[in-house]
T-cell receptor
Framework: GENVEQHPSTLSVQEGDSAVIKCTYS??????FPWYKQELGKRPQLIID?????GEKKDQRIAVTLNKTAKHFSLHITETQPEDSAVYFC?????????????FGKGTHLIIQP | DAGVIQSPRHEVTEMGQEVTLRCKPI?????LFWYRQTMMRGLELLIY????????DSGMPEDRFSAKMPNASFSTLKIQPSEPRDSAVYFC?????????????FGEGSRLTVL
């Protein structure tokens, strides 16, 4: 099955700086890579996703990049704000009709220092 | 739509007791997932249903865990007998489609504490 590794487990950055979270995956069949944000005590919610036919996707202050050859993908948050503080999960899955659900990384606790 | 609805939100029970967690997916979604979240292991997929049929239960930790989906609007996850190591937040999630092709909508979670 799929194995997703996520780093770092904790990331502390100054408000206004950029944050980068990296993930690797093992199954070359995976072609869908979403990122979920979970605020303290809340449910995980999708913030951005990328499919294997593109290498980069951007939505305002967040962007994701994907390197299929190396089997890694990253989340970039620019101009960080206090409300960005949360746990971020990467995930990998096969959207081609396979029976598997998403496999999540263990999460990164992002702390934005004022 | 009210989103994915889970109950109970919190459950505290004693070791050996039976625990039943409930989930109502978003209307029209035909895939339903049960995840377990702990600090040590993150979000783990326990079981996945499509059109009410269990597709992948390889994540169910052991025979003490069972899940059912008797109809498109209701699923249960049962632990019998419960053990302290089962303490976790259990999330139900739903989406459209056979596999995960888009957003996975999570419920608020059920926080289980087994004493």
């Amino acid at each position: 099955g799929e194995n997703v590794e996520q780093h770092p487990s904790t990331l502390s950055v100054q408000e206004g700086d950029s944050a980068v979270i990296k993930c690797t995956y093992s199954d070359s069949a995976s072609n869908y890579f979403p990122w979920y944000k979970q605020e303290l005590g809340k449910r995980p919610q999708l913030i951005i996703d990328i499919r294997s036919n593109v290498g980069e996707k951007k939505d305002q202050r967040i962007a994701v990049t994907l390197n299929k050859t190396a089997k890694h993908f990253s989340l970039h948050i620019t101009e960080t704000q206090p409300e960005d503080s949360a746990v971020y999960f990467c995930a990998a899955g096969d959207s081609g009709g396979g029976a598997d659900g998403l496999t999540f990384g263990k999460g990164t606790h992002l702390i934005i220092q004022p | 739509d009210a989103g994915v609805i889970q109950s109970p939100r919190h459950e505290v029970t004693e070791m050996g007791q039976e625990v039943t967690l409930r989930c109502k997916p978003i209307s029209g979604h035909n895939s339903l997932f049960w995840y377990r979240q702990t600090m040590m292991r993150g979000l783990e997929l326990l079981i996945y249903f499509n059109n009410n049929v269990p597709i992948d239960d390889s994540g169910m930790p052991e025979d003490r865990f069972s899940a059912k989906m008797p109809n498109a609007s209701f699923s249960t996850l049962k632990i019998q007998p419960s053990e302290p190591r089962d303490s976790a937040v259990y999330f139900c999630a739903s989406c459209m489609g056979l596999a995960v092709t888009g957003e996975l909508f999570f419920g608020e979670g059920s926080r289980l504490t087994v004493l």
